[in-house]
C-alpha cells in the first residue's frame, strides 16, 4: 500500500468541508487503510476544516496566538477561567463552543477575558495582608496600618492586583475596586481593614515567584506612598468612572502609569 496525500469532502454538523488526509492506498483495489496516528490526524483535520468554515480558532492557531503571547496553557487557562485541559483539548481537536472562542479572540489579541470584577480569584483576605507585607518588606515602609483608611494601602494593591491580571491572566488576591474620589480603592475597604489587620497571613495561599516580581516592580515603579497616590490619579481609568462605579481588570491593559 502507498502512502498519499488526497483530499475530501464531507458534511460535518451540518456543514460541507474539504480537509486534507494521509492514509494508505491500495494500487491495486483502491482500499484506504490509516495508522492510529493517522486516523488521530484525520479527525484534527476535520475538526480544523469546520471551525475555518465556521469562523473558530483551529488548533494550531490557538497554539500560534499562545505563543506569541507567552501565554503557557497554564496562564491561557487562568485568563479565560477554564480548566488547562480544556485548552490541551481544543489545540489538539476539540471543537470550542463560539462562546469560549470569543474569550480565546480576546485572550491571544492582548484582552482582558473571564471575570473582569475579580480578575479570575476568589476574594482572599490573608492574600492581600500576605502582598502588603512583602510590599513592605520591599519598599521598607510601613504600608499597611490600623484604623487607616487604606488611602496609600489600596492603591497599591490596585496596581499589583491588575499588572497580575495582564501578565498571569489571575489577580493576586481577588479583590474588587472601585472609583471613589480619592482614587481607586477597595470595594467596601470601611468593612474590610479591620478584617485585613487580623487575617492570617500563613492561611494564605504562598505567593508565587512571579506574582513576588510584580509587587517588586510595583514598589520599584512607587517607591513614595505620593508616588502611588499620584500616579493612580492620573490613570484614566479612573478618570473616566462615576464615584462607586467598579473598576473591572480589563482595565488592566489600559494602564498607563505603570
Not at 502507498?2 to 486534507?20: A, E, H, Q, S
Not at 490526524?41 to 506569541?68: N, P
Not at 476574594?123 to 495582608?129: A, E, F
Not at 470601611?190 to 516592580?217: F, G, H, R
Amino acid at each position: 500500500m502507498k502512502l498519499t496525500r488526497k483530499k475530501k469532502r464531507m458534511n460535518f454538523k451540518g456543514v460541507d468541508i474539504d480537509y486534507p488526509v494521509d492514509c494508505f492506498i491500495c494500487p491495486t483495489c483502491g482500499l484506504e487503510a490509516a495508522t492510529l496516528t493517522q486516523s488521530a490526524d484525520i479527525q484534527r483535520s476535520i475538526s480544523d476544516a469546520y471551525r475555518k468554515k465556521v469562523g473558530l480558532m483551529t488548533g494550531s492557531e490557538i497554539v500560534e496566538g499562545r505563543k506569541r503571547k507567552n501565554l503557557s496553557q497554564e496562564k491561557l487557562a487562568k485568563m479565560m477561567k477554564v480548566g488547562i485541559a480544556s485548552i490541551k483539548r481544543w489545540e489538539t481537536g476539540i471543537i470550542q463552543s463560539q462562546s469560549m472562542n470569543k474569550m480565546l479572540l480576546q485572550a491571544v489579541s492582548g484582552e482582558a477575558c473571564g471575570d473582569f470584577l475579580t480578575g479570575n480569584r476568589s476574594l482572599s483576605i490573608p492574600r492581600i495582608k500576605l502582598a502588603l507585607r512583602y510590599l513592605e518588606k520591599v519598599t521598607d515602609m510601613k504600608i499597611l496600618k490600623e484604623n487607616d483608611r487604606f488611602l496609600y494601602a489600596a492603591k497599591y494593591m490596585w496596581y499589583i492586583d491588575m499588572a497580575a491580571y495582564k501578565q498571569t491572566g489571575q489577580s493576586v488576591t481577588g479583590a474588587t475596586y472601585t472609583a471613589l474620589p480619592m482614587g481607586p480603592q477597595l470595594n467596601n475597604y470601611k468593612d474590610l481593614v479591620a478584617e485585613i489587620i487580623k487575617a492570617p497571613e500563613k492561611q494564605a495561599e504562598p505567593l508565587t515567584e512571579e506574582e513576588k516580581l510584580i509587587i517588586e516592580k510595583v514598589a520599584h515603579s512607587f517607591p513614595t506612598t505620593k508616588r502611588v497616590y499620584d500616579a493612580s490619579h492620573r490613570e484614566v481609568v479612573w478618570q473616566e468612572k462615576s464615584p462607586g462605579q467598579f473598576i473591572p481588570y480589563s482595565d488592566a491593559f489600559r494602564l498607563t502609569e505603570l
